[in-house]
């Protein structure tokens, strides 16, 4: 079975700074990926940076990073100069073989002025 | 590329009627749909996969009697819930892959459909 979690239900950033959202997880299975989504007021998912686990260098898109830990089984989420647009839900999310995504109970981010 | 549209994007049905969303991938084919559910400020729940051509795969608690999905083709899924009730009042979101399992695992996500059951 496949479980993800993030501990932290809202976390609050002013614009221009760093934000880290975390996320753990757990899988028997050795191939997975990972992922975080954001879903903002409008509820329309929004593929935000993947990871495979077979890759050790963490992977970035622009302000977005991860830190993928993968024997400790974390996958945090960073971002940079943060913006009044990145405010949203932010969700963790793992597959596998089955490509059935498994997410966890989202982070909540407010970007401040 | 890789949009996925549903409809309605919003439905309003008195209990006991049957209500039918429909998934569609606009330019790519999906051999594989995903059902999602989510309630006002929690995570999606994944309800069933669907492939084309097959029975849907239903996850554990889904009553696949009363979430009938059908993949008819490989653009287009449909959820029908039967005979609804208030408590069937939820968020579904459809989600879309391309390619087969194995390799690119991404899913392409509608925009999900607001159902409200009076």
């Known amino acids: 079975a496949q479980t993800v979690t993030q501990s932290q239900p809202e976390m609050s950033v002013q614009e221009a700074e760093t934000v880290t959202l975390s996320c753990t997880y757990d899988t028997s299975e050795s191939d997975y990926y990972l992922f975080w989504y954001k879903q903002p007021p409008s509820r329309q998912m929004i593929l935000v940076i993947r990871?495979?686990?077979?890759?050790?260098q963490n992977a970035t898109e622009n302000r977005f990073s991860v830190n993928f830990q993968k024997a400790a089984k974390s996958f945090s989420l960073k971002i940079s100069d943060s913006q009044l647009g990145d405010a949203a839900m932010y969700f963790c999310a793992q597959t596998g073989t089955a490509s059935k995504l498994t997410f966890g109970t989202g982070t909540r981010l407010q970007v401040t002025l | 590329g890789a949009v996925v549209s549903q409809h309605p994007s919003w439905v309003i049905c008195k209990s006991g009627t049957s209500v039918k969303i429909e998934c569609r991938s606009l330019d790519f084919q999906a051999t594989t749909m995903f059902w999602y559910r989510q309630f006002p400020k929690q995570s999606l729940m994944l309800m069933a996969t669907s492939n084309e051509g097959s029975k849907a795969t239903y996850e554990q608690g889904v009553e696949k009697d009363k979430f009938l999905i059908n993949h008819a083709s490989l653009t287009l899924s449909t959820l029908t819930v039967t005979s609804a009730h208030p408590e069937d009042s939820s968020f579904y979101i459809c989600?879309?892959?391309?390619?087969?399992?194995?390799?690119?695992?991404?899913?392409?996500f509608g925009p999900g459909t607001r159902l409200t059951v009076l």
């Open positions: 989600s879309a892959r391309k390619g087969t399992s194995g390799g690119d695992n991404e899913q392409f």
């Open positions: 990871q495979e686990a077979y890759k050790q």
